[in-house]
């Protein structure tokens, strides 16, 4: 039908006059509300009537501003009003108290309400409102964190307090946006708001401009590390969770709620789950200076997402409002500050390997680690795992409240929350039961590697058939069908090695996936190809593995091939370093044709050794154990008189020594997909999806989105090592079995992740890369193909920003030509096909790791330091 | 292409007729064309009348226009190259000043009008119409779910099809997905290489992968051949070469171009040429980095002191839309011929002119070291740094 009849029906008078309404209430705004919209607002208002009743100090009119504009989802509506008649009453308790403060500071605030509603009227506004992805959520909080600055210096206390109440509803209901430290950002939200209004389109082109460039800063304000210890001498930039953990108590802001907060919140305490107060700790722990006792009633689970992926930079930009404004209006930050590097410098020194270090150590010295770009934190276990209790428990309290509010309400719900239901009751404690797990035998993710030929396969074969991972029959059967074809040496690798393809050729093409258990621990054995041409399958192995085994082949002449220049011993050693992997057993192998030569031996383990340290590997970390896959000698036990010289451990002995490392269960939840099919596990319908999670928890039932592409599926079963499961945590090698998803939607690579917390995508980024021994120099527009887990991917290093002193994190030189051999430098990458999923090292170690590969040869490794665009 | 007609007066100016008969030459318009250039050929108008009555009638009448060049437009894709610009010879159906875009269309003569014919775009003409240097090759860059299917021209590489087919990995007691997964893409590429690669244009069909999925593909190929009875892959066999690169993306197409096998197949096409100077720049680079220079400034620098050997050019910069960059860049080709060095002009097209254009699409190899030049540099840079603190 065209526009024209559309018109023609219209009743122009009515029209006009609701239009008239409209205008009066928004001071002559340009507004039009639709017909479709006014039945909606109708339909709305009933329904909220029906379901607050008679509330006093709610108007007709109210409901109507604030249905427009959350533009019809009742159930925020409702939210917010409820929220508002809390404030109301709130306000009248306040009233005697502070008086003056808040007659400056509530106008603002109690209009942003209806002023904002104004604000939703430009469509491109609602759309900023209403938009969930990272993109904005990550570039808003900037600004925000920013502005308390000042709200923070001029505020007083008690001010404080009835503006986060205020904002609080704010804050409960638009969850999409709301940022890290959620006091903080929500009072200036308002501000924010009303500034947008004068203008709506411009301005918000202009805030996002800013936000973007002032994101850029304050994450770069890390890296002059220098400079800010000269201007501020009790301030230090670096930043974790540790630092926040631990600043938790020592903030000396954190007063017991004041009488008038309780009075306000103590009926919603009673219905919260006694998880309660440890979430407000939290909260506290995200570094904001001027907390008071505040409880959030409905906390959403965005706010926590973001509170963890940018706990960092929120303590930056705090440190930008120290280095700014030093003004004696803020000594308890000052204190505070003192507090945090205090706490820094003890978690430095408690370990080495800790979180902090792994940026600190690019510029501290620490010639163990020289090229480490990621430690991997030992230490910080039993906090961590504490802390992300709260993060997991939050959001089931979350869902709760919903469902209370008015399950009736819910069936214009967006679809995210419709499709994934578990009842608080069924859902499963991840983290306690991951406890209950590790008690138990630790699991971890070995990888094996080493040049073409050195044996991995037929190593390890021999050590599950060792173990009796192998059942007999299947084994007579391999020796069998090997000797048949003239390779009955390979009878072991065959265990590993199943594809036609691969037992005719008799080498190992890609990744084998076994599991095996020693006496302490239980292993998820990641068998890689040697052979060069198959790295990029070695890569995808190697960056789901905690520990390693490197099989070198002890033969006269063999050794000295894979370990030269055109041998994979030492890419292979120099790869699974910069991916993570701290601890290493060297296999000596095939010792049997060297007579069981102790010198042999010797020689091996001294070439080997310096190359290792050199490699950044410690040495109280390497181990060395001579051994012969093909005879089983020493590998579970050792014959009499073969090895008498040798009188350490046997292989197994060795990793079963294998040090537990930290799991990042803490953050968002993350899998990365090496692998696909079509078809459930068991009877199930649906898309099979295996592959390493990087980080957090998942349990059936659960949604999860597919990044990129966005499409969502729900977790249907799980298998963890071989055996299926509800749950699932970080460092866990899954298969799990989607449904209600589109197996188009999936690649090699992509990431699973929770809908509220999708990781980010982008085509431009900047890293920090180590140059290995090039034949040719980088040098701008340097095609190469980008490594980060099994994904892989043409790249361009589009400019050379500068190259680092790697001992002490000097900048040697600014906009270099080319890059020789084994620099440290800073460069821009930019995606040549698409844009791909990816995280800053800061927010999440797996996920901000990559590789440079070019022409069959690892150029360089390094991680991600900024997204410098989202998006395509 | 075919040359109809040239005429070029003693000041240059002048016009060429020329006939376009494959996709390549619509490449080589598109670098002689620039903006401001008369361009004459044939092109269809869809021209309005309006009767007495008012109504108003419309027809598509083909039709010989002259128009000046405003923008110019090019899809390597399906080779469409499309010329905006403003009537200039009036006409019944179209006035003078009247925009009109032509579509440059294969085997239709076209004459374009040039103020001055410059060095660089007579020798494109020269080229283009060089049927002898002809080489087309078809090759496909794949690895295990990834296929790049491209045909290489003396100045185009196209993909004419990318292949993405995600293979199961291999699971325990499992491979049967995997082991299907991969016929399955085989299959695909097949059917990519039969629909794109016309056996009587292409010399040689170049399978490229690590590992021995190169091998395994070309099993398959002729597996199939045989099964289904293709005639046109059966009577071919011999020009299917495989080489080893390093994995299946557009990347590793250079590594294949430079790998010795397809070299003596394809000696002195010009794209081996262009690899070849570009691989040696890389290298003088890391060993003598004095000698080898990239940006207009060290260049030049060089340039004035006579030290070019070779000089890299990408064509993205005559193609520049300002007269004086355009000169610019002409001069210093003239000034480094003038000496005896070698000037090669990459085309954007290929791996390695992209490169290239990442590179600020100039690069110099010298003749003898010229340490001076970057420590000219650094001290500017030094000079400016402290002016600003």
């Not at chain 1, 600043?247 to 306000?264: D, G, K, M, R, V």
Request: aromatic share 6%; with cysteine; net charge neutral.
């Amino acid at each position: 039908m065209s526009r024209h009849r559309n018109i023609r029906k219209l009743n122009v008078a009515e029209i006009f006059e609701e239009e008239y309404e409209y205008e009066e209430e928004y001071g002559g705004e340009n507004f039009e509300m639709t017909l479709k919209h006014k039945k909606q607002m109708e339909e709305g208002k009933t329904k909220i009537k029906s379901v607050i009743g008679q509330v006093e100090g709610i108007t007709d009119k109210d409901i109507e501003d604030t249905l427009w504009y959350y533009y019809f989802d009742t159930e925020k509506t409702i939210n917010w009003l409820l929220d508002k008649a809390h404030k109301a009453q709130s306000r009248k308790q306040k009233q005697a108290p502070s008086n003056n403060s808040q007659e400056n500071k509530d106008p603002n605030i109690s209009n942003s309400g209806p002023q904002s509603q104004g604000l939703s009227l430009s469509s491109l506004a609602q759309e900023s409102l209403s938009r969930s992805t990272g993109r904005i959520s990550l570039t808003k909080l900037v600004p925000s964190k920013s502005k308390t600055t000042d709200s923070s210096q001029t505020a007083n206390l008690n001010t404080r307090i009835s503006q986060k109440l205020i904002s609080s509803n704010l804050n409960s209901s638009k969850t999409r946006m709301l940022t890290t430290s959620p006091n903080l950002s929500d009072s200036t939200h308002p501000l924010e708001q009303s500034s947008s209004i004068l203008d709506s389109n411009a301005s918000i082109s202009s805030n996002s401009n800013h936000t973007e460039h002032s994101f850029l800063k304050s994450s770069f304000g890390s890296q002059p590390l220098n400079f800010k210890k000269d201007t501020i001498p009790h301030f230090s930039t670096t930043d974790s969770v540790n630092t926040l953990q631990i600043q938790a108590p020592s903030n000396p802001l954190i007063a017991p709620p004041s009488i008038f907060a309780i009075a306000i919140f103590a009926k919603l305490q009673d219905v919260q789950l006694p998880s309660n107060d440890l979430f407000t700790f939290e909260l506290y722990a995200t570094g904001s200076s001027n907390q008071e006792g505040f409880a959030f009633d409905k906390p959403s689970p965005d706010d926590i997402v973001l509170n963890a992926q940018s706990k960092k930079a929120s303590s930056t930009s705090k440190s930008k409002q120290i280095a700014t404004k030093p003004s004696p209006l803020l000594p308890p930050v000052h204190t505070m500050n003192n507090g945090t590097k205090k706490s820094i410098d003890a978690s430095i020194k408690k370990s080495d390997d800790d979180d902090i270090e792994i940026l600190e150590e690019e510029y501290k010295e620490d010639e163990q680690l020289k090229f480490d770009i990621g430690a991997l934190s030992l230490d910080s276990e039993a906090e961590s795992s504490k802390f992300s209790f709260n993060n997991i428990a939050t959001p089931i309290k979350e869902s709760e409240n919903q469902g209370a509010v008015s399950p009736q309400l819910l069936p214009n719900e967006q679809k995210t929350q419709t499709k994934a239901n578990i009842k608080s009751s069924k859902r499963i404690n991840v983290i306690e039961e991951y406890k209950k797990r590790i008690a138990d035998k630790f699991p971890l993710n070995l990888v094996v590697i080493g040049h073409v030929d050195a044996g991995k396969s037929t190593l390890m074969g021999h050590l599950l058939y060792l173990l009796g991972e192998v059942n007999e029959k299947a084994m007579k059967q391999y020796e069998r069908d090997s000797s048949k074809i003239g390779k009955s040496s390979f009878a072991y690798a065959w265990v590993l090695d199943e594809t036609g393809e691969e037992r005719n050729r008799g080498i190992t093409m890609d990744i084998a996936i076994r599991k095996f258990e020693t006496e302490n621990r239980r292993f998820t054995l990641l068998d890689a190809p040697g052979h060069r041409d198959f790295i990029p399958n070695m890569i995808s192995g190697a960056s789901q593995a905690d520990v390693a085994i490197l099989v070198v082949d002890a033969t006269v002449g063999e050794f000295e091939s894979g370990f030269e220049a055109n041998g994979q011993t030492k890419e292979h050693a120099l790869l699974i370093r910069s991916l993570g992997v701290q601890q290493l057993v060297v296999a000596v192998n095939k010792l049997d044709t060297v007579e069981w030569s102790k010198a042999r031996y010797d020689e091996i383990v001294e070439k080997l050794g310096a190359f290792l340290s050199q490699a950044g590997f410690r040495k109280d970390k390497i181990a060395y154990i001579p051994c012969s896959g093909l005879i089983g000698e020493n590998i579970i036990r050792r014959s009499p008189g073969i090895l008498n010289w040798y009188g350490g451990e046997t292989l197994t002995q060795q990793i079963d020594k294998f040090e537990p490392p930290t799991r990042l269960l803490e953050k968002p939840f993350r899998l990365s997909v090496s692998d696909f099919f079509k078809g459930g596990i068991g009877n199930i319908a649906g898309v099979t999806v295996a592959g390493r999670i990087e980080s957090g928890t998942v349990q059936v039932g659960e949604e999860i989105i597919v990044i990129p592409g966005g499409e969502s599926g729900v977790v249907k079963s799980l298998i963890v090592n071989e055996e299926s499961s509800k749950w699932a945590a970080a460092g866990d090698s899954v298969m799990l079995t989607l449904t209600d998803l589109d197996i188009l939607q999936l690649k090699i690579g992509s990431i699973l992740c929770p809908p509220s917390q999708p990781v980010p995508v982008t085509s431009h980024f900047l890293a920090r890369i180590v140059v290995f021994d090039v034949k040719i120099p980088i040098t701008r527009g340097f095609p190469v193909i980008l490594h980060r887990q099994s994904l892989n991917e043409p790249a361009n290093i589009i400019k050379l920003v500068d190259i680092i002193n790697k001992n002490t994190g000097e900048v040697i030189k600014k906009n270099p030509r080319h890059l020789p051999k084994s620099t440290t430098a800073t460069v821009e990458i930019k995606l040549s096909n698409r844009p791909i999923p990816l995280e800053a090292f800061k927010d999440n170690k797996e996920l901000g790791r990559i590789m440079l590969r070019k022409g069959g040869e690892t150029v360089a490794a390094g991680v991600v330091v900024d997204i410098l665009s989202y998006g395509s | 292409m075919k040359r109809v007609k040239k005429r070029i007066e003693k000041d240059r100016s002048g016009f060429v007729e020329l006939y376009p008969e494959e996709l390549e030459d619509m490449w080589h318009v598109y670098n002689l064309i620039s903006v401001g250039d008369n361009l004459k050929a044939t092109t269809i108008r869809r021209v309005q009348n309006e009767s007495s009555t008012g109504s108003v009638e419309s027809q598509r009448i083909r039709l010989t226009l002259t128009i000046t060049v405003e923008d110019i437009d090019f899809d390597p894709q399906g080779g469409l190259l499309r010329i905006k610009g403003r009537n200039i010879v009036e006409n019944k159906y179209v006035k003078m000043g009247m925009y009109h875009t032509i579509d440059l269309e294969l085997n239709r003569n076209f004459t374009l009008f040039k103020a001055e014919w410059d060095i660089i775009a007579l020798e494109r003409i020269e080229e283009a119409c060089d049927i002898t240097k002809q080489a087309d090759v078809a090759a496909v860059v794949l690895q295990e779910g990834l296929a790049n299917v491209c045909l290489v021209t003396q100045h185009m590489t196209i993909v004419r099809q990318r292949i993405e087919h995600p293979i199961p990995r291999k699971r325990k007691g499992f491979v049967t997905n995997y082991e299907k997964g991969l016929q399955k893409f085989y299959d695909q590429v097949l059917q990519a290489i039969l629909r794109h690669v016309n056996f009587e244009i292409i010399k040689v069909v170049i399978l490229a992968s690590p590992g021995f999925v190169k091998d395994q593909l070309r099993e398959y190929i002729f597996a199939e051949a045989v099964k289904q009875d293709i005639r046109s892959l059966l009577e071919n066999k011999s020009k299917f070469i495989l080489i080893h690169c390093s994995s299946g993306h557009k990347h590793s197409l250079q590594e294949v171009l430079q790998d010795p096998a397809v070299q003596s197949q394809l000696t002195d096409t010009k794209f081996a040429r262009e690899i070849v100077a570009l691989d040696k720049f890389f290298k003088m680079l890391n060993d003598d980095p004095d000698r080898a220079f990239y940006g207009w400034d060290h260049v030049r620098k060089a340039e004035e002191r006579g030290a070019i050997g070779t000089l890299l050019l990408s064509d993205e910069l005559f193609r520049s839309a300002d007269i004086p960059t355009r000169k610019k860049y002409i001069n210093l080709v003239e000034s480094v011929r003038s000496i005896g060095g070698k000037v090669l002009i990459f085309s954007s097209l290929h791996v390695s002119g992209e490169q290239l254009n990442q590179l600020t699409g100039v690069a110099a190899i010298l003749n003898f070291p010229l340490p001076d030049i970057e420590l000219e540099e650094d001290e500017n840079n030094q000079i400016a740094t402290e002016d600003n603190s």
